[in-house]
Nanobody, 122 residues
């Protein structure tokens, strides 16, 4: 069982930045982030293949968010810039043992973090 622990959420004004961190208890194949706003389904944000660093982003965050990893620490990070009110959601770290060069499917996520709240005020 892989445990994921997130940190870094908070309240920020529109146009601001936040950095999310996720530490895994052991190495996994692909790690990433999903988010869920009230009344909406959980949606893909970004993922990274840990062995190569290949990344993938949802269109809604492309150019504003950057995912990175530190394999020595089994950690993944999400740098979020130019935040918008519509980015407000609970952000979940996710991981799977499979390797995805493209988008990590929700159905293949094996492990979830507890979630961290990101609120962007207008």
């Amino acid at each position: 069982q892989v445990h994921l622990v997130e940190s870094g959420g908070g309240l920020v004004e529109a146009g601001g930045s936040l950095r999310l961190s996720c530490a895994a208890s052991e190495r996994t194949g692909t790690m990433g982030w999903f988010r869920q706003a009230p009344g909406k389904v959980r949606e893909f944000v970004s993922s990274i293949l840990t062995v190569t660093g290949a990344t993938n982003y949802a269109d809604s965050v492309k150019g504003r968010f950057t995912i990175s990893r530190d394999n020595a620490k089994n950690a993944v990070f999400l740098q979020m810039n130019s935040l918008k009110p519509e980015d407000t959601a609970t952000y979940y770290c996710a991981a799977t043992g499979k390797w995805y060069y493209g988008r990590m499917p929700h159905s293949d996520v094996n492990y979830w973090g507890q979630g961290t709240q990101v609120t962007v005020s207008s």
